[in-house]
């Protein structure tokens, strides 16, 4: 009876109609930090794919830290998605018997794809000449990882080292379509569910994208801004301008694609656009509009613009620049729940309102959520102590 | 029972060899139920809104026939009540199976129309359910009914998401989806889904798309039908008659 | 090739082997340790259907009845509740036909069974027998006046209310609530047996109405029009709903 009293709850949340499966929210919590992750993945690794691409030689110092935070969340990335299964123990048949019409069952492949053929590779050539040199000086149990690490390999000939570094440019070729399609992908698992007109959009993959960039240049250079000093290092300025730059820019990219979406939708006005305007401007008006859009965007761009125009000092304009991080990674964090949780809040019947109530202790909880996204900064300490990013010359050089 | 279990062995060796689906449907067909060939029946629903009274004996009958559980919402079939009122403005509502609750909670006043909708899972001819099933544990079956099997579904509740009828929910016990089967268990016995069994107006009919002679052959011949969100193309397989626009 | 190869640097080709042993492994692992049935989804699919057949049916049926309850078979043969199954009413029953003797169908005896189709609700279709529980013989069973399986008025009911409480509620309210529903409709006897089949009668012309709402008919206080000029072809109803409070 228990289950009842929960429904009595439920149903006095709901306004209008729904059907009245609809009186459970399927996706919860998790499945926002499912693709905010992944997202920190593809746009993390897009920027450390700027300094051996395009060449642009003031990111050089956030490289390896882009490639580590890439690894550190990419390894967490399946557990949310596990977690919330109903049957996780049985997870395994998505390699048994893969629907190849289904996006999801993709996701298996893309993310061994991404994680195997790229991101490891290309972490190894960039730092086997540096793990065998490490493994040369270190002692006992960190020696023999390093050793196992580099796969027992020991030329460090310049001609090795020359193979190393073209080959690390080719993967980074090979990943940038790689980190498009791993998040384009996300959003196509929402952007192919016709039955939902607030995720089914053939933009959702663009918009995804985009914000994975946002947030992925956000927490690297959030991440440079509070390690850099941990390990005794200065910051460069020179490198932190130049990634705030391409944070600013990309911004403007991101907020002009879901603009464009918006108005398009509006000006379309389909059977859906009643219900979905009555979401926006109720159950998502803190987390859509003043969450995202003004705070995790709008003010952010004000300030970048600012530091811009009036050629702050460095002090401040760290400072700054650490806001609009924190801002950002809010911003694009609310972004997920209004795609996940909102696309959930309305009924298919487009009559009816529900409502989405977080559990604080359950597997599909909030303590858990929270947990999934301390574990990748775990894990990135971890990867720090094996594999600095930065070499005891370059923290003191500066 | 020694046929059968002969073969499904044969089955057995027969995919675990190169040569993988192409079971003859008659081999199938013995291994499910006695002598029934699902390739030879293609099933489908008819609802008659003007029949409908509201009575819930069909939410009743689901509920008992197929174990789902007993509380008001999990359903495999429900019916929703429309009151339209002179404004033009809209109220539905699910009805209660149960008398506690008052039956007639609208107020009639400036009621312009009224009437009760049925709904269960539409067995789509394009199901978006099977196709986004990452296991494929969701399938079709050769007689058209979308079946789940409960000992492959993760509960990922991708499915749910996809079936834009409300059709699906997450089984609290099992964990898995769930859903309408048509009664699938009493089909291939030749008996009726339970809730055109016990519906008490014959306002649904069910029948065998294959075979001419049956009420739903006649049901399609002497109405106009509609199915519902024909414009996702999901081609249901449950035809209603003097369907209001209204409904979705 | 063999140039190629010498030409890779050692560190690519431990790279390489690791990445084909994982390769060989995840091959040798799926082709030969994971077991059919594991991996075949045409076998999965056959083994689903399966169980879902083996599902435990719990409505017998409406062929399972009349072999044993002959008498009462007949009776509702003929009667209003012809449609119904038993089951409707006595619930799920493929236990008690497996074991007649030891476990008994339920047989509603209270009003409140009845109510799930009889009570009044003004959006069950209209000429559905449907009364007010609190007005109706409070607190009699059903069964003292009427007899389920034959169900009939007690006697045959002098207005039209017992079938058409909807129309004579908003009659009731409107202008018209004086006038009998024969004044303007004549009924065949046959209409009470067959209600859908054979319909009364509605006034086929305008000079009925004009009776009383003609300009020149001798009614005092009546809404009166220049038939000649109000109306063009249509029969007053066609735009006039004269059950309707105001009518207008």
């Keep these: ?398 | 029972m020694d046929r059968r279990d002969f073969l499904k062995n044969v089955c057995l060796f027969i995919s675990s060899g190169a040569f993988v689906g192409g079971l003859s449907p008659e081999v199938w067909a013995k291994m499910i139920h006695k002598d029934y060939d699902p390739a030879k029946h293609y099933y489908g629903m008819g609802i008659d809104i003007d029949r409908c009274i509201g009575c819930g004996r069909c939410m009743q009958a689901c509920k008992t026939e197929n174990d789902v559980p007993d509380v008001p919402y999990y359903f495999r079939t429900w019916v929703e009540r429309y009151v339209i009122k002179t404004d033009r403005s809209v109220t539905v509502k699910t009805i209660s199976t149960s008398l506690e609750d008052p039956a007639d909670t609208f107020v009639e006043k400036d009621m312009l129309r009224s009437f009760f909708v049925p709904k269960l899972c539409n067995q789509c001819d394009h199901p978006p359910c099977v196709q986004v099933c990452p296991v494929g544990a969701t399938f079709k079956t050769d007689d058209g009914v979308i079946l789940v099997d409960e000992k492959r579904c993760i509960g990922c509740r991708y499915c749910i998401q996809a079936c834009p009828y409300g059709a699906r929910y997450l089984h609290p016990k099992t964990r898995v989806a769930d859903k309408c089967t048509f009664c699938y268990h009493r089909l291939v016995r030749g008996l009726l889904p339970a809730c055109v069994e016990v519906c008490p107006k014959q306002a649904r009919v069910f029948g065998d798309m294959k075979s001419i002679a049956s009420p739903l052959g006649r049901f399609t011949r002497m109405n106009k039908t509609h199915v519902l969100k024909p414009s996702l193309n999901t081609d249901p397989k449950v035809y209603y008659a003097n369907l209001d626009g209204e409904v979705n | 090739m063999k140039g190629f190869l010498n030409k890779l640097p050692e560190q690519a080709i431990r790279v390489i082997v690791v990445f084909l042993v994982l390769a060989a492994g995840v091959f040798v692992i799926r082709q030969f340790i994971i077991p059919p049935e594991m991996k075949e989804p045409t076998l999965q699919k056959l083994s689903s259907m399966e169980r879902e057949a083996d599902k435990e049916v719990k409505y017998a049926g409406a062929q399972a009845c009349g072999p044993c309850h002959e008498k009462q078979h007949d009776i509702k043969k003929t009667g209003y509740h012809r449609d119904l199954s038993c089951e409707s009413c006595h619930g799920a029953a493929q236990k008690h036909a497996d074991n007649p003797t030891d476990v008994k169908p339920t047989s509603p005896q209270k009003r409140d069974y009845c109510s799930y189709c009889h009570t009044y609700n003004s959006s069950r279709p209209t000429g559905f027998p449907q009364i007010n529980p609190d007005t109706h013989n409070p607190r009699k069973p059903c069964i003292t006046c009427h007899d389920p399986h034959n169900p009939k008025p007690p006697q045959t009911p002098r207005s039209c209310t017992a079938c058409h409480a909807q129309i004579e509620r908003t009659k009731a309210a409107s202008y018209h609530a004086l006038l009998g529903c024969t004044v303007c409709h004549s009924t065949p006897e046959k209409h009470k047996l067959s209600p859908r089949t054979v319909t009364p009668t509605k006034p086929d012309t305008r000079e009925f109405c004009g009776k009383c709402h003609d300009k020149a008919s001798p009614g005092k206080g009546v809404p009166a029009v220049d038939m000649n000029a109000h109306g063009e072809k249509y029969v007053c109803w066609q735009c006039h709903y004269p059950h309707m409070l105001g009518g207008i």
């Design chain 1, 1 to 398: 009876m228990e289950a009842v009293q929960n429904f009595m709850e439920l149903s006095q949340q709901v306004v209008g109609f729904i059907y009245p499966n609809e009186i459970e929210i399927h996706w919860s919590i998790l499945i926002v930090v499912y693709p905010y992750i992944t997202g920190l993945v593809a746009g993390a690794f897009i920027l450390a794919s700027l300094v051996k691409v395009f060449n642009v030689k003031e990111l050089q110092p956030t490289y390896r830290l882009a490639l580590l935070t890439a690894l550190a969340f990419l390894l967490i990335a399946p557990l949310p998605l596990q977690l919330h299964l109903g049957r996780p123990e049985r997870s395994y048949e998505m390699f048994m018997t893969p629907n190849l019409t289904s996006a999801m069952a993709m996701f298996g492949f893309v993310y061994l794809w991404y994680l195997m053929s790229v991101l490891l590779l290309e972490i190894w050539f960039e730092y086997r000449r540096d793990m065998i040199v490490w493994s040369g000086e270190a002692t006992g149990l960190k020696k023999w990882t390093l050793k196992v690490l580099s796969l027992f390999s020991t030329d460090i000939s310049e001609k090795a080292v020359a193979f190393d570094k073209k080959t690390v440019k080719v993967i980074t070729v090979i990943g940038i379509p790689s980190a498009f399609l791993l998040h384009g992908y996300v959003g196509f698992i929402f952007g192919s569910i016709k039955a939902n007109p607030w995720w089914s959009s053939v933009m959702m993959p663009v918009v995804f994208l985009f914000s994975a960039i946002v947030s992925g240049i956000a927490i690297v250079m959030l991440l440079y801004m509070i390690i850099m000093p941990l390990r005794g290092g200065k910051i460069d300025m020179k490198c932190l301008d130049k990634v705030a730059s391409f944070l600013f820019y990309a911004v403007i990219v991101d907020f002009s694609i879901e603009v464009l979406d918006f108005i398009h939708r509006l000006y379309e006005s389909e059977e859906s656009i009643k219900i979905l305007s009555q979401l926006v401007t109720t159950k998502l008006f803190m987390s859509l509009v003043v969450l995202q859009i003004l705070l995790g965007m709008l003010l952010p761009l004000g300030i970048m613009v600012v530091i811009k125009v009036f050629k702050l000092q460095e002090e401040l304009r760290r400072l700054l620049y650490f806001v609009c991080a924190v801002l950002i990674q809010m911003g694009i964090f609310s972004t997920r729940w209004n795609v996940v949780i909102g696309g959930q809040l309305f009924s298919k019947s487009f009559r009816g309102l529900t409502t989405y109530k977080m559990e604080l202790m359950g597997i599909e909880g909030f303590l858990v959520a929270l947990t999934l996204l301390i574990l990748p900064f775990v894990i990135l300490s971890i990867l720090i102590k094996l594999l600095p990013p930065w070499k005891r010359e370059e923290l003191a050089g500066n």
